[in-house]
C-alpha cells in the first residue's frame, strides 16, 4: 500500500530555476494539499485542491502554482525558485475537505541556493 | 490573526506521564487534532475531540473542555520511542486547518 508518494525525496536548487515537485496518491481521497514545513513555525498551507480540476490558494501561495488533472496526481511548481523557498514540503490528502485527518507524504527536502 | 500555541519543548523520564497542553484563537471550532512527526518523518494522525471529552487510545489520551478552556494531549508510561513532535492542529469555521508549530518531547532514561 503506497499512500501518498513525494518525488524528487531531496533536491538542491540553483535560484531562478523551475522546479516541479510531484504527488501521487492512490487512496482516491478528493482533497490534497501542499504545506511547507520551516523550523520553529507550523506547517503552512500552500495550495490546495478539493476535487480534481479545482483548486485554491493557501496561506503562502505566492511563487507556487498547482494543478489537479485527475484525483491521484496533485504536482507543485516553483517558477522560478528563489533561497526562501528553501523548506520540507509535504504533500497531504483526505477523503473529505472538511476532514482533520490527513495523511501525508514523506516530504521534499528542498535547498535553493 | 489565528494563532495555536503550544510549549515548544518539554523532557520526561521513560516510564512517566506528560501532558501537552494546546491553546487556540480561531474563528470557529469544528475540531482539534494531535499529530505526531519524527524527526524527519512526516507528521501521522494520532487523535481527535470535536466534542467535549476524554478520546483514549491505549497509552495516549487527548481531552477537550472548551467551557473550560482546557485541551490536552496525555502520554503515560513514556517510551523512548515516543521522543517526537507533537503537533496540535484546529480546523476552523472555514474548515480549514490551523497548525501549532509543535512540540518537541525528548524522553530520558
Redesign the interface.
Known amino acids: 500500500i503506497a499512500g501518498i508518494t513525494q518525488a524528487p525525496t531531496s533536491q538542491i536548487l540553483a535560484a531562478g530555476r523551475r522546479m516541479t515537485l510531484r504527488c501521487t496518491q492512490d487512496m482516491r481521497h478528493n482533497a490534497m494539499y501542499w504545506y511547507r514545513q520551516d523550523l520553529?513555525?507550523?506547517?503552512?498551507?500552500i495550495h490546495y485542491s478539493n476535487t480534481a480540476g479545482t483548486t485554491g490558494k493557501g496561506e503562502v501561495p505566492d511563487g507556487y502554482s498547482v494543478s489537479r488533472a485527475n484525483t491521484d496526481d496533485f504536482p507543485l511548481t516553483l517558477a522560478s525558485a528563489v533561497p526562501s523557498q528553501t523548506s520540507v514540503y509535504?504533500c497531504a490528502s483526505s477523503p473529505r475537505?472538511?476532514s482533520?485527518?490527513?495523511?501525508?507524504?514523506?516530504?521534499s527536502r528542498l535547498t535553493v541556493l | 490573526g489565528q494563532n495555536?500555541d503550544q510549549p515548544t519543548e518539554m523532557t520526561a523520564t521513560e516510564g512517566a506521564i506528560v501532558q501537552i497542553n494546546c491553546t487556540y484563537q480561531t474563528s470557529g471550532f469544528?475540531?482539534l487534532?494531535w499529530y505526531q512527526q519524527h524527526a524527519g518523518?512526516?507528521?501521522?494522525?494520532l487523535s481527535?475531540n470535536v466534542l467535549d471529552g476524554l478520546e483514549e487510545k491505549g497509552r495516549l489520551s487527548a481531552f477537550l473542555s472548551r467551557s473550560k478552556g482546557s485541551r490536552y494531549l496525555l502520554l503515560k508510561e513514556l517510551q523512548m520511542k515516543d521522543s517526537a513532535s507533537y503537533?496540535c492542529?484546529?480546523?476552523d469555521s472555514n474548515?480549514?486547518?490551523?497548525?501549532?508549530?509543535?512540540t518537541k518531547l525528548i524522553i530520558k532514561p
Open positions: 520553529g513555525l507550523g506547517l503552512r498551507l509535504f475537505t472538511s482533520g485527518e490527513l495523511f501525508f507524504g514523506e516530504g | 495555536i469544528n475540531g487534532f518523518e512526516a507528521p501521522t494522525f481527535y503537533l492542529a484546529v480546523v474548515y480549514q486547518l490551523i497548525w501549532g508549530a509543535g
